[in-house]
């Protein structure tokens, strides 16, 4: 028997159906055989503050001890930030309408058997490609609604959803809009919650720190909203993996039913105390986010008169087809000269590049490649 028809005889005798069938989700790559400029995961290109690390450093003594199961500190310093941001002092948040989460990712994973399974939900034709991946697993069906032209998300396709789509549990939507960028205004997430009272919407906000209206302060007035935050993104810590969840107490209770029948232990000691030090340093956030927006203001600009679209952005990345030049080709142009950016060959999206802002030097590198790999083509 050959080794591959071996394999696949293994595999039908060992996985499940569930395992079978799965279509797994694509993460962008981690490269190890040379030093790149990584512009293709959306991480920070800052360093996490020295307050974390001496906070991470100071929890390593207890690691013999198994953390608090219900992250309550965390939780609660997480409510008293929402608390804090709220001008006009309506928010009422407790550590009861706050779950943490192993990354954004679990949070929303664990919302699917909480609120999804077994019935149906919809989101965008382009959006986070982990969506459709969960539901799969979760065995939930899921409608696709299709982006404007633009890329945009047009509210009334999303609101009154129960009287069009049976069976609905769900919306689920990523505010600004991955990979777009693109977002809604707090006003039109509040008329789509508000026009579906029996379904839960999750907004995702892994962005949000990046110049939208987050929809934190609505949770108080709307028991069915649900939204998502990380700390990987805007926090500099994907690689501590934290994200949390606000909402009613109802929607939280779920999704503690759902983590405490799978792990009682997802966040461990390390990350929960430098979670709770990045959310106290408000300076090193405010600083790095800020140059952050800066930079991506300079190079969307710069790529504008390099003949790209520039989907308006107001995440930490920008997605840009050019007008003449493929983004396939100009995707591997880039990786030969040592910039990693992200590619979907996906119906749709397939010329266009997904771009994480770095450090100004960074993209210096990046334009220049560009200009490069766009006067080389030119000329061929
Ligand atoms: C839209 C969106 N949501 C959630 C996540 C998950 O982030 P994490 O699991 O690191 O919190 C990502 C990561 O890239 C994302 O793009």
């Keep these: 028997m050959t080794e591959k028809l071996k394999r696949e005889k293994m595999m039908r005798n060992y996985m499940s159906?569930?395992?079978?069938?799965?279509?797994?989700?694509?993460?962008?790559?981690?490269?190890?055989?040379?030093?790149?400029?990584?512009?293709?995961?959306?991480?920070?290109?800052?360093?996490?503050?020295?307050?974390v690390k001496t906070a991470i450093y100071g929890a390593m003594d207890k690691l013999r001890l198994y953390p608090d199961p219900e992250a309550t500190e965390?939780?609660?310093?997480?409510?008293?930030?929402?608390?804090r941001q709220d001008k006009d002092g309506s928010a009422r948040l407790t550590a009861e309408n706050v779950f943490v989460g192993n990354g954004s990712d679990e949070v929303l994973a664990f919302a699917f058997p909480a609120f999804f399974t077994a019935r149906s939900i919809v989101f965008p034709n382009v959006t986070y490609s982990f969506y459709p991946v969960y539901a799969n697993l979760f065995q939930t069906q899921y409608r696709e609604i299709p982006l404007r032209e633009d890329f945009s998300i047009k509210v009334e396709d999303y609101t009154s959803l129960s009287q069009k789509v049976s069976d609905l549990s769900g919306i689920l939507l990523s505010n600004p809009n991955a990979p777009t960028g693109r977002s809604l205004t707090r006003d039109e997430i509040a008329q789509i919650v508000a026009s579906n009272p029996d379904s839960v919407v999750v907004i995702d906000e892994a962005y949000i720190d990046f110049g939208g209206q987050s929809v934190?302060?609505?949770?108080?007035l709307y028991d069915n909203l649900l939204v998502v935050q990380t700390l990987s993104k805007s926090r500099s810590l994907a690689g501590l993996r934290v994200g949390f969840a606000i909402g009613s107490e109802t929607l939280i209770q779920a999704l503690n039913r759902v983590k405490n029948s799978f792990n009682s232990y997802t966040i461990d000691r390390l990350a929960m105390e430098g979670a709770k030090a990045a959310i106290l340093d408000e300076t090193h956030f405010d600083a790095t986010r800020n140059s952050i927006i800066l930079t991506r203001e300079r190079v969307s600009a710069r790529l504008a008169d390099l003949d790209f679209n520039v989907l308006p952005s107001k995440a930490n990345f920008l997605f840009i087809t050019h007008k003449t030049k493929p983004a396939s080709a100009l995707f591997s142009g880039l990786r030969k000269k040592g910039v990693l950016v992200r590619y979907f060959d996906k119906p749709l999206i397939d010329n266009f590049l997904r771009v994480t802002i770095g450090t100004d030097e960074e993209m210096d590198v990046f334009l220049k490649c560009m200009e490069e790999l766009i006067i080389e083509s030119g000329n061929s």
């Excluded at 395992?19 to 190890?32: H, N, S, V």
């Excluded at 934190?216 to 108080?220: F, H, I, Q, R, S």
């Design 216 to 220: 934190v302060d609505l949770v108080p």
């Design 17 to 51: 159906q569930l395992a079978l069938g799965l279509k797994p989700y694509t993460p962008g790559e981690q490269p190890k055989d040379k030093t790149y400029i990584k512009l293709n995961t959306n991480e920070n290109p800052y360093p996490p503050s020295e307050i």
């Design 74 to 83: 965390l939780r609660e310093t997480i409510s008293d930030y929402f608390n």
